[in-house]
T-cell receptor, first 113, second 116 residues
Framework: DAGVIQSPRHEVTEMGQEVTLRCKPISGHDYLFWYRQTMMRGLELLIYFNNNVPIDDSGMPEDRFSAKMPNASFSTLKIQPSEPRDSAVYFC???????????FGPGTRLLVL | AQSVTQLDSQVPVFEEAPVELRCNYSSSVSVYLFWYVQYPNQGLQLLLKYLSGSTLVKGINGFEAEFNKSQTSFHLRKPSVHISDTAEYFCAVRDAGGTSYGKLTFGQGTILTVHP
């Protein structure tokens, strides 16, 4: 199995630009999670989906952030407009019902100048 | 709501020495507990988990952890560490109820550095 795939691995952009992060979960997994990791705040859950439906988005910092999961094999996290404080590593993880194990992708390192 | 406190931000240790990484949690309900490891420039990987049953849980790479409900702790231990164990370790908790599946709360992490 290829594991969770995230793209791009690195993204450098300027303040005000739109940023789209992509995730392909492990085939057969029905849960998908988006996390953000920063030195100041640690690892935070932003949003998670079950069967492509958003279940809890209480961790999404503000309206500039949005996430979609149009099908079982693809999800996006979009930031529009981006700000320097959005600089972080964004992780996608997937899991299967009853498994109680989340499988993390390698992350996208985002730098907003 | 749950919270997790990892009592040490950094733990230096010599190779082949034992190590303990401390984790305390706070919750008003029953919980599931996890330890994840993050190697440099990689995502997190599950080391072990406590869901129910025996309070001593064994995981990968020779690690084990003990759930202590009275002390609300879930400390991670390894009797003899290797250079390759150098990484950041995260303790995590979630409400054991079915309505919050997957919603993990992570601690701030402990950086374990193993010296030769």
């Amino acid at each position: 199995d290829a594991g969770v795939i995230q793209s791009p691995r690195h993204e450098v952009t300027e303040m005000g630009q739109e940023v789209t992060l992509r995730c392909k979960p492990i085939s057969g997994h029905d849960y998908l999670f988006w996390y953000r990791q920063t030195m100041m705040r640690g690892l935070e859950l932003l949003i998670y989906f079950n069967n492509n439906v958003p279940i809890d988005d209480s961790g999404m910092p503000e309206d500039r952030f949005s996430a979609k999961m149009p099908n079982a094999s693809f999800s996006t996290l979009k930031i529009q407009p981006s700000e320097p404080r959005d600089s972080a590593v964004y992780f996608c993880a997937s899991s299967s019902t009853g498994q109680e194990t989340q499988y993390f992708g390698p992350g996208t390192r985002l730098l907003v100048l | 709501a749950q919270s997790v406190t990892q009592l040490d931000s950094q733990v230096p240790v010599f190779e082949e020495a034992p190590v303990e990484l401390r984790c305390n949690y706070s919750s008003s309900v029953s919980v599931y507990l996890f330890w994840y490891v993050q190697y440099p420039n990689q995502g997190l990987q599950l080391l072990l988990k406590y869901l129910s049953g025996s309070t001593l849980v064994k995981g990968i790479n020779g690690f084990e952890a003990e759930f202590n409900k009275s002390q609300t702790s879930f400390h991670l231990r390894k009797p003899s560490v290797h250079i390759s164990d150098t990484a950041e370790y995260f303790c995590a908790v979630r409400d054991a109820g079915g309505t919050s599946y997957g919603k993990l709360t992570f601690g701030q992490g402990t950086i374990l550095t193993v010296h030769p």
